[in-house]
């Protein structure tokens, strides 16, 4: 079957334009989550989802990222005025229940803000 | 708040060298651990879940080991195509997010 995909791959963004970035899960999976990537780390949380529910966005660095699953299963994470800092790659994943279960990731969308 | 430490940063070994990778943790309440393969430009790629001290997981040249503060990948006879990031992953208790390491770099020499 189809794993998680996203979309775009990649997309360069003029410091303070707004972003969206779209993550299809594994079909019939229950959670979702967003993860950042900066070069050389590990992937940080930023915002969890099971179903439509947003259950934990405490990872989200500013009032500027904002997510969102409004049929339980597309998600898209939105960055509002987008700065350097910002980029990095963003990793979506899903699993089929809850968070102790195996998470499947995504290619991830490399965002440059330039 | 969960830690997830691994080391070494970077490995290079020379093909057929047997090494181990390590993830050490500090949680309250493991519920599971995980480990990834990372290629570059690619997301993390699914390895193995250990969910309690004493277990152990094995695909192909790889084996994951768990005990109480740490995890083990033991990579044998590598080959190059073993190449990647390994990273570890922890959840616990009633959090709902995945901690992460740093990530091992292995490069295999042929």
Known sequence: ?114 | EDQVTQSPEALRLQEGESSSLNCSYTVSGLRGLFWYRQDPGKGPEFLFTLYSAGEEKEKERLKATLTKKESFLHITAPKPEDSATYLCAVISGGYQKVTFGTGTKLQVIP
């Open chain 1, 1 to 114: 079957g189809a794993g998680v995909s996203q979309s775009p791959r990649y997309k360069v963004a003029k410091r303070g334009q707004d972003v969206a970035l779209r993550c299809d899960p594994i079909s019939g999976h229950v959670s979702l989550f967003w993860y950042q990537q900066a070069l050389g780390q590990g992937p940080e949380f930023l915002t969890y989802f099971q179903n439509e529910a947003q259950l934990d966005k405490s990872g989200l660095p500013s009032d500027r990222f904002f997510a969102e699953r409004p049929e339980g299963s597309v998600s898209t994470l939105k960055i509002q005025r987008t700065q350097q800092e910002d980029s990095a790659v963003y990793l979506c994943a899903s699993s089929s229940r809850g968070t102790g279960e195996t998470q499947y990731f995504g290619p991830g969308t490399r965002l440059l803000v330039l």
